[in-house]
């Protein structure tokens, strides 16, 4: 009735129980599951996956503040359209008025990088300065985003750019660019002297960007399309031509 411990059998149970744990260390070791963990290559994508969603968010953004506004702009819109949620919002920006400093700062950014890059400092100055011209012109044309964008900050009184450090600093550089074309053109008998660079970048921008700003107004006042491609084409050449005449001596 009684069981009795019997040595034998408690050896070898114990002896089976010692082998079964050495055979699971050794199953461990061959599965790679004891090694210790060297390579995490997944993490390595992570970076730049986050980094596409910092563009998605900025792209989508771009589209809802041209389209309606900083108080029109939804955050939830942005998300949907980013395939994001909220929280990486405010990661990347830090919430909806960071998020619209950076469009702006974004459409900006593109113009000025673009006009650096042409190459005006091995024409003749009257020919860079229309080559700068027709890059701003055009530009503008096919980024109405931008010009929805500046109308609405304006009518904010530039509320949020002020906030932005980067604008000013991309902004300079184009200044003396023209400067040093307006300079040239000065020794080299082409140009009159004295035309602030400022002042003639403002009415190149005026040229490409006043008659789109305001063109559902004004086409309804004169009775004209403004925004027909033979309008525009032909407003290019009236402004190409009095810029020229402004600039000759």
């Known amino acids: 009735m009684f069981k009795r411990n019997v ?60 389209e309606k506004g900083y108080s029109g702009a939804r955050i939830d819109v942005i998300c949907r359209v980013a395939r994001a949620n909220p929280r990486m919002i405010y990661h990347y920006f830090g919430g909806k008025d960071h998020l619209y400093v950076a469009v702006l700062e974004q459409l900006l950014g593109e113009l000025r990088s673009e006009e650096l890059k042409l190459d005006v400092a091995h024409v003749a100055p009257i020919d860079g ?36 450090v980067k604008t000013p600093i991309v902004a300079s550089p184009l200044i003396k660019l023209i400067d040093q074309l307006l300079r040239r053109g000065e020794r080299a008998g082409d140009f009159r002297r004295g035309i602030d660079a400022l002042h003639l970048y403002i009415a190149m921008v005026g040229f490409a960007y006043f008659h789109r700003s305001n063109a559902h107004t004004l086409s ?12 525009q084409a032909e407003h290019k050449r009236c402004a190409r031509d009095m810029l020229a005449s402004f600039l000759r001596r």
């Open 7 to 66: 040595p034998g059998v408690s050896l070898m149970a114990s002896s089976q129980s010692s082998l079964t744990s050495a055979d699971r260390k050794a199953d461990k070791s061959k599965s790679g599951h004891g090694r210790s963990p060297a390579k995490r290559r997944p993490r390595a994508a992570a970076k730049p996956a986050l980094e596409g969603t910092r563009e998605r968010i900025l792209r989508a953004a771009i589209g809802e503040f041209s």
């Open 220 to 231: 309804v006042i004169f009775q004209t399309d403004l925004l027909t491609p033979d309008w």
């Open 129 to 164: 300065m229309m080559q700068l011209f027709e890059f701003t012109y055009d530009h503008f044309g096919q980024h109405p985003e931008l010009i929805h964008l500046l109308s609405g900050e304006n009518l904010l009184r530039a509320r949020f750019l002020r906030k932005s």
